[in-house]
């Protein structure tokens, strides 16, 4: 089993900057990535940035150049530095692991979701 919690969320103001954390915890047997989604009221969940095992990152065009995420050595937690936030970045974040537990096959693992909320 594994449990990922997200924290950091909460009210900006527009250009202000927030960091979120999500920790994973369980019986992870390996990871092939992890990374940040988010989910705008009314909106389908979106690909925010990513990591995979290898060091690639990916980001979503939108937040290129402002967010960062990036890792502890040990894959325990997973970090989005959100700077020069913007009203639209408005939406619940939720961190993802797509990694295999002990025998088992890779999976999509996901938390609960943090708020943030930016205000213009």
């Known amino acids: 089993q594994v449990q990922l919690v997200e924290s950091g969320g909460g009210l900006v103001q527009a250009g202000g900057s927030l960091r979120l954390s999500c920790a994973a915890s369980g019986n992870i047997d390996s990871i092939s990535a992890m990374g940040w989604y988010r989910q705008a009221q009314g909106k389908q969940r979106e690909l925010v940035a990513s990591l995979t095992a290898s060091g690639r990152t990916n980001y979503a065009d939108s937040v290129k150049g402002r967010f960062t995420i990036s890792r502890d050595n040990n894959w325990d937690t997973v970090y989005l530095q959100m700077n020069s936030l913007k009203p639209e970045d408005t939406g619940v974040y939720y961190c993802?692991?797509?990694?295999?537990?002990?025998?088992?096959?890779?999976?999509?693992?996901w938390g609960q979701g943090t708020q943030v909320t930016v205000s213009s």
């Open positions: 993802n692991l797509r990694g295999a537990t002990m025998g088992g096959p890779t999976s999509d693992y």
